[in-house]
């Protein structure tokens, strides 16, 4: 029986590695101090751990709290979520950006009882967070996929903004991934939420379609931070801060790069056959009663290939997540 696979999380990948290099000091009030800057937005909350870990063991004391190393992650407003992990991350020298999840329906105004419970859930959150956590509002209401209603939107932003400005005074507030539509923009700031935000997201799109909602949104909102929420990470890690630094030359003052969640080790090879790479090494038994060294080669042949396929085997990882992430197998003995 082959040993449980376990799976190894090193935060010494280079993605985090050269976000941690963008980080130079505590964000600050009007505008981000990193040119560019960077972060990753977690597909699985239960990485949160692992990264908080890897992020102490990269920078090693070197980031202050706070930092502009930005850590993005999902919040159910249904009374699950825990907030524990931000203190932690600002502890460690990074920037909590908590995307609080609403799934109150439309229209709003007649849901207020659904909404309000939702808004007490996120002032709970918001209310044990440090102070500077970016706190992003983002609306999916249950079992719609229609467009984003900038009208709706704005409604819920407003009433959100103050209900988590009033629990953490210098928490700041985002918008969730808007459409890179200068017509949608122009229709959400016509809301008049412009006094509510510190930052804006744009979902990611076609270069030609960001320039254009960077350019209405400076404006509608000059001097507001735009992120990109989020971005794939790249093949090449090293591509990661080539593509920030390209972003910043588009007016994106962030971008988020998405780390997809963990994909689960495949099945454990349950039979033996000659080209097998995950299994013990079996020398095959000689024909009965053959000497002839034709048959004694093919067998020495055989074992050889197996031996190096199961040494192949022995360290054999798993990358994911565009090499940010691996899975490992436990070393294996050879068996004779």
């Given at each position: 029986?082959?040993?449980?696979?376990?799976?190894?999380?090193?935060?010494?990948?280079?993605?985090?590695?050269?976000?941690?290099?963008?980080?130079?000091?505590?964000?600050?009030?009007?505008?981000?101090p990193c040119q560019p800057c960077g972060g990753i937005r977690l597909a699985d909350p239960a990485e949160l751990e692992n990264t908080i870990g890897a992020i102490g063991n990269i920078a090693a004391g070197t980031l202050e709290p706070g930092s502009p190393l930005f850590v993005a992650w999902d919040l159910p407003l249904d009374g699950s979520a825990d907030p524990?992990?931000?203190?932690?991350?600002?502890g460690a020298g990074a920037t909590p950006w908590m995307t609080l999840v609403f799934r109150?329906?439309?229209?709003?105004?007649?849901?207020?009882?659904?909404?309000?419970?939702?808004?007490?859930?996120?002032?709970?959150?918001?209310?044990?967070?440090?102070?500077g956590t970016y706190f992003q509002i983002a609306w999916r209401p249950?079992?719609?996929?229609?467009?984003?209603?900038?009208?709706q939107y704005g409604f819920l932003l407003k009433r959100a903004a103050v209900v988590l400005t009033g629990a953490s005074p210098e928490g700041k507030v985002a918008t969730g991934p808007l459409p890179a539509d200068p017509a949608?923009?122009?229709?959400?700031?016509?809301?008049?939420?412009?006094?509510?935000?510190?930052?804006?997201?744009?979902?990611?799109?076609?270069?030609?379609?960001?320039?254009?909602a960077v350019a209405k949104l400076d404006e509608l909102d000059p001097g507001?931070?735009?992120?990109?929420?989020?971005?794939?990470?790249?093949?090449?890690?090293?591509?990661?801060?080539?593509?920030?630094a390209r972003n910043v030359t588009h007016g994106l003052a962030l971008t988020l790069f998405a780390v997809p969640a963990a994909t689960p080790p495949e099945p454990a090879a349950t039979?033996?056959?000659?080209?097998?790479?995950?299994?013990?090494?079996?020398?095959?038994?000689?024909?009965?009663?053959?000497?002839?060294?034709?048959?004694?080669?093919?067998?020495?042949?055989?074992?050889?290939?197996?031996?190096?396929?199961?040494?192949?085997?022995?360290?054999?990882?798993?990358?994911?997540?565009s090499g940010i992430f691996s899975i490992c197998a436990e070393p294996m003995e050879v068996v004779a």
């Open positions: 029986m082959l040993p449980p696979m376990k799976r190894t999380l090193s935060l010494a990948f280079p993605l985090l590695l050269l976000l941690v290099a963008f980080a130079t000091g505590p964000v600050g009030a009007a505008s981000l524990s992990p931000a203190a932690e991350l600002f109150t329906p439309a229209p709003l105004t007649q849901n207020l009882d659904a909404l309000q419970a939702e808004l007490g859930a996120a002032a709970k959150i918001v209310a044990a967070a440090p102070a249950t079992g719609v996929t229609a467009a984003l209603d900038p009208a949608f923009l122009s229709a959400f700031y016509a809301e008049e939420i412009a006094a509510y935000l510190e930052a804006v997201a744009l979902a990611p799109a076609a270069p030609e379609q960001i320039a254009a507001r931070p735009v992120v990109l929420d989020a971005s794939a990470a790249p093949a090449e890690p090293g591509a990661v801060l080539v593509e920030a039979s033996v056959t000659a080209g097998s790479a995950a299994v013990r090494s079996i020398e095959p038994v000689p024909p009965p009663l053959t000497k002839r060294s034709g048959a004694i080669a093919r067998t020495a042949a055989t074992i050889s290939a197996r031996r190096r396929a199961s040494s192949r085997a022995d360290s054999a990882c798993i990358s994911v997540g």
